[in-house]
């Protein structure tokens, strides 16, 4: 096992090199000058401009951008949000939390119902509910989630006023839990469908017909052998999710004014300031290598058949 984590860990190297590399020279070919833009209509003073630039280090070559941005992560440096002056790592401690409380919420949203759901739908396959099921989680994947949260904003505050339609509290619960369950839908309806196939394809497996054949409780039966099976394929989704969700955030966080690294992401973009976006999308990649790890790890847990030496 120690051989394995560390083979993982030495192969997430060149995959977090390449991920924040191309983050970066994305960011570097955007469009504008996000120093001038600080000056708003006004016309900046080329000298002021210059200066700051290289007191940012921003007139250096891309490749040296980028190793100076590669040292300073190594001592906790994300950079300097320009408009603010402010260190990155500043402004990711403060939205940061946020953003993990709304992905938490939205991550245990899809675990509880999705696999839930997709459990009963699997075990009833092709019955009248296992059709409802799959009719529903097929129209939380066909609308968009900007379009779902518009839909829920107006079903849900304006029209029956059951909560508010933005959140004006990041750190309450209830407010979360609108933009929660959006940000979840699409998830949630993968998560369901990879469930239910996984029970009913196990359910016609061999070792399910022995266990039921020695007389085992189906209580055992379905909460043991059956779940445990099933559960491998949406293990590996929901590790890579739990990225894709902070990702997904972006939208989400615009559309219930949510004040998370999303918003801060958005903002920075209208800004064209790399820093703030490469300083917060180089977190998420981080959480993406470690979901992923943890994953593979779980695998021996969920399927002792499963060595990594």
Same mark, same amino acid.
């Given at each position: 096992?120690?051989?394995?984590v ?8 060149p ?7 191309l ?5 570097y070919?955007?469009p504008g000058?996000?120093v001038a ?11 002021q401009?210059?200066?700051i ?5 921003m007139d250096?070559p ?5 190793w ?8 906790g440096?994300?950079?300097t ?6 260190p990155?790592a ?6 940061f939390p946020v953003t993990i ?5 939205a991550?245990v ?6 696999v839930?759901?997709?459990m ?5 396959a092709?019955?009248a509910?296992?059709?409802?099921v799959l ?6 994947i066909?609308?968009?989630?900007f379009v779902?949260?518009y ?13 508010t ?17 959006v ?7 993968y ?6 196939t996984?029970?009913?394809?196990n359910l016609r ?6 266990a039921?054949?020695?007389?085992l409780p189906?209580?055992? @039966? *379905? $909460? %043991?052998h059956? /779940?445990?099976?099933?559960l491998i394929? &949406?293990?590996?989704? #929901?590790?890579t999710?739990i990225g894709?969700?902070?990702a997904?955030?972006v939208?989400t ?6 004040h998370?690294?999303?918003n801060t ?9 790399g820093?703030? @976006? *490469? $300083? %917060?999308a180089? /977190? ?5 290598l &470690?979901a992923?790890? #943890?994953?593979?790890l779980?695998?021996a847990?969920l ?7």
């Open positions: 096992m120690g051989r394995y560390a083979r993982r860990l030495l192969q997430m190297i995959v977090f090199i390449g991920s924040t590399l983050i970066f020279s994305m960011m070919a955007l000058d996000p833009a600080l000056y708003g209509e006004k016309q900046p003073d080329p000298a401009i210059a200066a630039k290289h007191q940012l280090g250096l891309l490749w040296h951008q980028y100076n941005y590669l040292i300073g992560l190594f001592q440096d994300f950079g949000q320009i408009a603010t002056q402010r990155v500043d402004v990711i401690e403060q939205a409380r709304l992905t938490l919420f991550f949203f899809t675990v509880l119902v999705g839930l759901l997709g009963v739908s699997g075990l009833f092709d019955k509910f296992d059709r409802i009719i529903f989680t097929l129209l939380l066909s609308i968009p989630s779902l949260g839909l829920f904003q107006y079903l849900f505050a304006f029209q029956l006023d059951w909560l339609p933005t959140v004006q509290d990041s750190r309450d619960i209830g407010q979360l839990l609108l933009p929660a369950i940000l979840a839908a699409l998830s949630l309806a998560v369901t469908r990879l469930t239910r996984s029970v009913a394809e497996a061999d070792y399910i017909r022995t039921i054949a020695k007389g189906r209580r055992r @039966v *379905v $909460g %043991i059956l /779940l445990r099976n099933s394929p &949406v293990v590996t989704f #929901l590790g999710d894709a969700l902070m997904g955030a939208v966080e615009g559309i219930f004014n949510v998370g690294v999303g992401i958005f903002e920075a973009l209208n800004r064209r300031e820093s703030t @976006v *490469v $300083g %917060i180089t /977190l998420i990649v981080i959480v993406y &470690v992923s790890l #943890l994953v593979d779980l695998y847990v399927d002792p058949r499963i060595r990594y030496d």
